[in-house]
T-cell receptor
Framework: QKEVEQNSGPLSVPEGAIASLNCTYSDRGSQSFFWYRQYSGKSPELIMSIYSNGDKEDGRFTAQLNKASQYVSLLIRDSQPSDSATYLC?????????????FGSGTRLQVQP | GAVVSQHPSWVICKSGTSVKIECRSLDFQATTMFWYRQFPKQSLMLMATSNEGSKATYEQGVEKDKFLINHASLTLSTLTVTSAHPEDSSFYIC?????????????FGPGTRLTVT
């Protein structure tokens, strides 16, 4: 089992729809969770961080965390063609004090005009 | 805020030569920086964690004598690829850490595309 798992996609949604991206992780002791967006040929950009169970909203983005079920999700409302990118879920696994993140393989999102 | 730069953005070098890549945090101090490599259509692979003033911690399978990392100050880390070979051609990306404890976040530089001929 991979430590951080994401569906590779592509996830295709029409413009204006809600895109839902999911991620599961293996280590129940994990406390820090991040979503990055990576456009083709570019480096990742941090778009959301979440540390507590529940929802965290920032503009059109909502991150959701459920530690009991070990999953974290990202909702993108009113999806735009410019949202087309690969979305990387990153988790700081466990409680070892190690600062490094473990990344999922990413979900490619395509927003159709 | 939290801007990270990398230089150069792309480099072409001949097999057997060395290449140095710089990573700078422009508007914050980063006690920890990270170096990643990404091959086409693959996910990020962490190469090493670099702490200011101390030796880097390399991930399993990464040759520390080939990929030299120096974190000389709170705003600068360098990666030197020594005796580069075509298989080292990749997208090298650094990130700089901001915040403490569970709130430590990583901000990425724009990356350096290395081609070894």
């Amino acid at each position: 089992q991979k430590e951080v798992e994401q569906n590779s996609g592509p996830l295709s949604v029409p413009e204006g729809a809600i895109a839902s991206l999911n991620c599961t992780y293996s280590d129940r002791g994990s406390q820090s969770f991040f979503w990055y967006r990576q456009y083709s040929g570019k480096s990742p950009e941090l778009i959301m961080s979440i540390y507590s169970n529940g929802d965290k909203e920032d503009g059109r983005f909502t991150a959701q965390l459920n530690k009991a079920s070990q999953y974290v999700s990202l909702l993108i409302r009113d999806s735009q063609p410019s949202d087309s990118a690969t979305y990387l879920c990153a988790v700081r696994l466990g409680d070892t004090g190690r600062r490094a993140l473990t990344f999922g393989s990413g979900t490619r999102l395509q927003v159709q005009p | 805020g939290a801007v990270v730069s990398q230089h150069p953005s792309w480099v072409i070098c001949k097999s057997g030569t060395s290449v140095k890549i710089e990573c700078r945090s422009l508007d914050f101090q980063a006690t920890t920086m990270f170096w990643y490599r990404q091959f086409p259509k693959q996910s990020l692979m962490l190469m090493a964690t670099s702490n200011e003033g101390s030796k880097a911690t390399y991930e399993q399978g990464v040759e520390k004598d080939k990929f030299l990392i120096n974190h000389a100050s709170l705003t600068l880390s360098t990666l030197t690829v020594t005796s580069a070979h075509p298989e080292d051609s990749s997208f090298y990306i650094c990130s700089a850490g901001l915040g403490a404890g569970v709130f430590h976040e990583q901000y990425f530089g724009p990356g350096t595309r290395l081609t070894v001929t």
